[in-house]
C-alpha cells in the first residue's frame, strides 16, 4: 500500500543518510588514530665544517626559523634554536665573552645555552645533528 | 538476509532473543499524549554517551601531568589530525549536557512526574545533576590553563567557610594547600573514572526504575489530571492501546536526537569558543591570577549567590539548603494535581524561581 | 501549610545548583615600593600610578627591576648596599634603560639623537617618558612631540617610511591574536612576528631614513612569511566551516526523514 511504498523510500533515505554519517565519522577517527609521520629528511641543513671556525657562530635558518651552530673555543660543536626563549628576538653571538646575548631585553646565555641573567625562562633549544665527512647536517 | 536470520535464529532458540525484544520493545507501550520532552532523556543518554567515546579519544593524546597537560592539549588542537574537532565536541558537549539536563529537569517538574510513586528516580535523577556538575568542575582542570587554574582555586576554596572542617577539606580536595600537581592527579582520576562510572550506574538505576514502574502519562489533552496512584500496593503503569516503543517511539527519539545534533554540530564548527574565554589558551601560571575569573555560565547563579551574602557560609547555607530541598522536592510537594495550570502556587513558584535563576546568572556574568 | 512551602520553593530554587564558588582567590602582596610610594601624595606617589599603566607593569617588571634595591625589606628597600640606584641624572638614562634594552642603546648612542645627548639632545624618557611606558608603536613620533627641538618634517619622512611596514605589523598582531583566542598554537608566529617588530622599531633609533627603506624591504619579506602561515590557517578554517555546514545539513535532514519515516507507521 501506500505507506509501506513511502516506507522504503525514506527507509532508503535514512540508509543514505546513515551511510554519509558512518563515513563522516570513520574518516576523521581514522586520521586522529593512525600513527604520526616522523620527521623527514625534508627540511635539514647541511653546513661545512670549516664554516664554523674556533670560537665562532654561524647563523642559518632551520625549519622555518633562526638557528646557530657554535664552534666552542678549544671545545665542541652545539646547535640551538636562535630564537630568545624569553619573547622570541634572536639572539647574538659575542665572540670576546663566548655567550649569547639578546639584544632586546639583555637575556644571556652560555655557549652551552643555558641562561646566565636576564629575562629568559628556559636555555636555547637544542638541535640534534651529525658530522660526518667534514659537513654538519642540523636535523 | 538468510545469513542474518539464521544468526538470529541461532541466539533465539538458546535465550528467547525475539520474544525479549517483543516484550521490551514491540508490547512496550507509551502514553498516547506522549510528547516531545520525553525524549529529553534519550538526548542527554546520546551525550554521555558521545562524552565518553570523545572523552576516551581525547585520553590517547592527553597527559595528565602539570608540566605537560597544556602542551598536550595544544598538541591535541593543532597537530592531532581532527584533534580540534574531538577535543572541541567534549567541551561542547558538557555545556550541552548541562543545558538538556536542567531542560529535562523543567518538563519533569512541569508535568509532574515526580510525585509518587516515581520519587525514586527524581532522586537518582538529582543524583545525576550533582554528579553532572561535579565531572564538569574536574574535567575544567584538566586542560591546566589559567582559566583551569584558577577557576578551580576559587572553586575549592568555597569550602572554607564550613566550619570546623572547612580549611580540612579544603586541603583535602586540593591534595595540598594550594590547587596543584596532586589536584591535578585527583581531579584527573574522578573525572576518568570515578565519575563515570558513578553516572552509568545511576543511570542504570534510573532507567531501570523508569521501566519498572511505567513511563508516567502527561497531565495534557487529559480530563482527569490527579495522580492515580494511590500507594497501597505495586501496580505497574502501563498504558493499553498506547504507541508502541519500537518502532514508533524510538524514531521520534532518533528524530529528536538528530534535531538535537543539528543544533549540537552549529556551535560545533561555527562558535565553539562561546564558552572559552581567551584566558582559557594560556598556559596556568600560578603566581598570576587574571583580571576576571569566572565560573561556567551553570555556576554563575552560585557565584552571584555568594556575592551577594555578605557571609561566605551563611551564602553557602543558603545554597545548600536549597539543594537539599530540590531533592526532597516529590516527599514535600505530595499534591496528586499534575496539570501545570491546575497547580497555580506551585507554577507560579518554580517558573519565579527559574527566572530568579536566569537573572541571578546574567548578573553574575556582567558583575 | 503546603502553599507556605510552595513559595519557598520560589526562592530556594533560585539557588539550585548546588557547587558554590567563592568570590576570590589568593592574591600576591605587593612590593615595598609600591606598599609605600602608593600611598604618597603627589611628585613622590605619581610614578605608580603612572607605572601600573605600563607594558612594564603588564609583564611584572616593578621598580626594583630599574631602580635597584630590595623590593621584599622595607627598612633597606633603598639601600644603596642593596643594589638602589635612586632616579638617574640626564646622561645616565640610556645606561640606565640599557641594562635590559641592550640593542636599542647600541643604536641610540650611535645615532644624531645619541651624539646629542647631554647638550640639548633627546633621551630615552624624552620620548617614551619613564614610568608610563606603552608599547612601542608609530604614534610616538608625532609632531607635538619632534617639533620641540626641531621642525617635524624630518621626522615626518622617517614615519611615513615606517609607516606600511608598521601597519602590516599591526594587522598581523591582529590576526594572531584572533587565532590565539581559539586555541590555534601562535607560539612560532608570536616569537616571530616579536622578533621582526623590534628589529623593525629598533631601526628608528638610528634616525637614518635609508637605512629605514633598506631594512623595511627585507622586514616585509619577514612579515610575508607569518602571513603566509596565517593564510594557511584562514583556508582551514574555511574548509571547516564548509564541513561543518554540511554537517549539519546531514543532521537536519536525518531528522526529516525520520520524522517522515515514523508518520508511516501512524
Redesign the interface.
Given at each position: 500500500m501506500e505507506n509501506i511504498g513511502r516506507r522504503k523510500f525514506f527507509g532508503i533515505c535514512l540508509g543514505g543518510v546513515a551511510t554519509g554519517a558512518l563515513a563522516a565519522i570513520i574518516y576523521p577517527l581514522f586520521r586522529y588514530l593512525a600513527p604520526r609521520q616522523t620527521e623527514s629528511s625534508a627540511g635539514k641543513v647541511v653546513i661545512p665544517l670549516k664554516d664554523v671556525p674556533d670560537g665562532e657562530a654561524k647563523f642559518f635558518e632551520f625549519a622555518g626559523s633562526s638557528a646557530v651552530l657554535v664552534k666552542k673555543r678549544g671545545g665542541d660543536l652545539v646547535a640551538f634554536s636562535a630564537v630568545c626563549t624569553h619573547l622570541g628576538c634572536i639572539v647574538q653571538w659575542e665572540k670576546d665573552k663566548q655567550d649569547f646575548l639578546c639584544p632586546c631585553h639583555a637575556g644571556h646565555y652560555t655557549a652551552d645555552g643555558a641562561v646566565i641573567s636576564g629575562p629568559p625562562p628556559k636555555p636555547l633549544t637544542k638541535l640534534p645533528f651529525t658530522v660526518a665527512n667534514g659537513a654538519i647536517t642540523i636535523g | 538476509m538468510a545469513l542474518l536470520k539464521r544468526l538470529i535464529d541461532w541466539i533465539d532458540v538458546r535465550i528467547g532473543a525475539r520474544e525479549l525484544a517483543q516484550k521490551q520493545l514491540g508490547d512496550y507501550l507509551l502514553p498516547r499524549n506522549i510528547n516531545v520532552w520525553y525524549s529529553m532523556g534519550s538526548i542527554l543518554l546520546f551525550i554521555f554517551v558521545l562524552q565518553v567515546v570523545t572523552g576516551i579519544?581525547l585520553l590517547?593524546y592527553y597527559v595528565p601531568d602539570a608540566d605537560k597537560a597544556f602542551k598536550s592539549v595544544?598538541y591535541i588542537?593543532?597537530?592531532?589530525?581532527?584533534?580540534?574537532?574531538?577535543?572541541m565536541c567534549h567541551a561542547v558537549g558538557s555545556n550541552m549536557m548541562v543545558l538538556v539536563l536542567l531542560l529535562h529537569m523543567f518538563s519533569v517538574l512541569f508535568m509532574g512526574s515526580y510525585k509518587g510513586p516515581r520519587e525514586l528516580n527524581w532522586v537518582t535523577g538529582f543524583i545525576l545533576l550533582?554528579l553532572v556538575?561535579?565531572i564538569s568542575?574536574t574535567g575544567y582542570l584538566l586542560p591546566w590553563s589559567q582559566l583551569s587554574f584558577?577557576a578551580t582555586?576559587?572553586?575549592t576554596?568555597?569550602a572554607?567557610?564550613i566550619p570546623v572542617i572547612g580549611p580540612h577539606l579544603v586541603e583535602f580536595l586540593r591534595g595540598g594547600k594550594?590547587v596543584g600537581p596532586p589536584t591535578l592527579g585527583r581531579f584527573f582520576a574522578l573525572h576518568v573514572a570515578v565519575i563515570p562510572l558513578t553516572i552509568a550506574a545511576l543511570v542504570g538505576l534510573h532507567l531501570f526504575l523508569l521501566e519498572r514502574i511505567g513511563v508516567s502519562t502527561p497531565p495534557f489533552g487529559l480530563k482527569e489530571t490527579k495522580n492515580p496512584w494511590q500507594g497501597k500496593g505495586f501496580e505497574y503503569e502501563g498504558h493499553p492501546g498506547g504507541i508502541p516503543f519500537f518502532?514508533?517511539y524510538a524514531?521520534?527519539d532518533?528524530?529528536s536526537i538528530?534535531?538535537y545534533?543539528?543544533c549540537f554540530?552549529?556551535v560545533?564548527?561555527?562558535d565553539p569558543?562561546l564558552f572559552?574565554p581567551?584566558d582559557?589558551?594560556l598556559p596556568a601560571n600560578p603566581?598570576?591570577?587574571p583580571a576576571h575569573?569566572k565560573?561556567e555560565w551553570?555556576?554563575l547563579?552560585?557565584?552571584q549567590?555568594?556575592?551577594i551574602f555578605p557571609n561566605?557560609l551563611i551564602?553557602?547555607t543558603?545554597?545548600?539548603?536549597?539543594?537539599t530541598?530540590?531533592a526532597l522536592?516529590p516527599f514535600?510537594?505530595?499534591?496528586p494535581e499534575k496539570h501545570p495550570l491546575k497547580r497555580p502556587?506551585?507554577m507560579?513558584?518554580?517558573i519565579?524561581?527559574?527566572l530568579?535563576?536566569i537573572g541571578?546568572t546574567v548578573w553574575g556574568h556582567y558583575s | 501549610m503546603r502553599y507556605a512551602k510552595h513559595v519557598t520553593n520560589s526562592l530556594l530554587l533560585v539557588f539550585s545548583l548546588m557547587l558554590p564558588i567563592a568570590v576570590f582567590a589568593a592574591e600576591q602582596p605587593e612590593i615595598v615600593c609600591i606598599q609605600c610610594h602608593s600611598t604618597m601624595p603627589g611628585k613622590i606617589g605619581e610614578p605608580v600610578k603612572l607605572w601600573r599603566g605600563s607594558i612594564h607593569a603588564e609583564n611584572g617588571i616593578a621598580c626594583n627591576a630599574c631602580h635597584g634595591g630590595d623590593p621584599a625589606d622595607a627598612a633597606n628597600a633603598m639601600s644603596p648596599a642593596r643594589g638602589f640606584l635612586g632616579a638617574p641624572k640626564e646622561k645616565a638614562i640610556p645606561d640606565f634603560c640599557g641594562r635590559c634594552h641592550v640593542g636599542v642603546r647600541a643604536d641610540y648612542l650611535a645615532s644624531a639623537h645619541g651624539q646629542a645627548l647631554g647638550m640639548g639632545g633627546p633621551t630615552c624618557v624624552t620620548c617614551h617618558g619613564n614610568h608610563q611606558v606603552l608599547k612601542a608603536s608609530l604614534e610616538l613620533i608625532n609632531e607635538k612631540s619632534c617639533s620641540r627641538c626641531h621642525s617635524f618634517e624630518r621626522a615626518r619622512v622617517i614615519k611615513s617610511a615606517m609607516q606600511e611596514t608598521e601597519a602590516m605589523i599591526v594587522a598581523i598582531d591582529a590576526r594572531i591574536k584572533a587565532y590565539k583566542a581559539k586555541g590555534t598554537d601562535t607560539d612560532k608566529m608570536e616569537k616571530g612576528l616579536f622578533a621582526v617588530r623590534n628589529r623593525f622599531h629598533t631601526l628608528f633609533h638610528n634616525v637614518d631614513v635609508e637605512l629605514v627603506k633598506k631594512e623595511s624591504m627585507q622586514i616585509q619579506a619577514e612579515l610575508k612569511k607569518i602571513e603566509a602561515v596565517l593564510q594557511g590557517l584562514d583556508d582551514s578554517q574555511h574548509t571547516r566551516k564548509i564541513a561543518g555546514a554540511v554537517a549539519v545539513a546531514g543532521a537536519l535532514l536525518a531528522a526529516l526523514f525520520l520524522h517522515l519515516f515514523r508518520k508511516t507507521y501512524e
Open positions: - | 579519544l590517547i595544544t588542537m593543532n597537530d592531532v589530525p581532527f584533534g580540534w574537532l574531538i577535543r550533582t556538575q561535579g568542575l584558577w582555586t576559587v572553586a576554596n568555597s572554607n567557610a594550594l518502532p514508533n524514531l521520534q532518533l528524530t538528530s534535531i545534533l543539528a554540530l552549529g560545533v564548527f561555527f569558543y572559552f581567551k582559557a589558551f603566581f598570576v591570577t575569573i565560573p551553570y555556576f547563579a552560585n557565584y549567590t555568594l556575592k561566605e551564602g553557602l543558603v545554597q545548600g539548603a536549597a539543594m530541598f530540590l522536592l514535600i510537594d505530595r499534591g502556587v506551585f507560579a513558584c518554580t519565579g524561581g527559574i530568579l535563576w541571578l | -
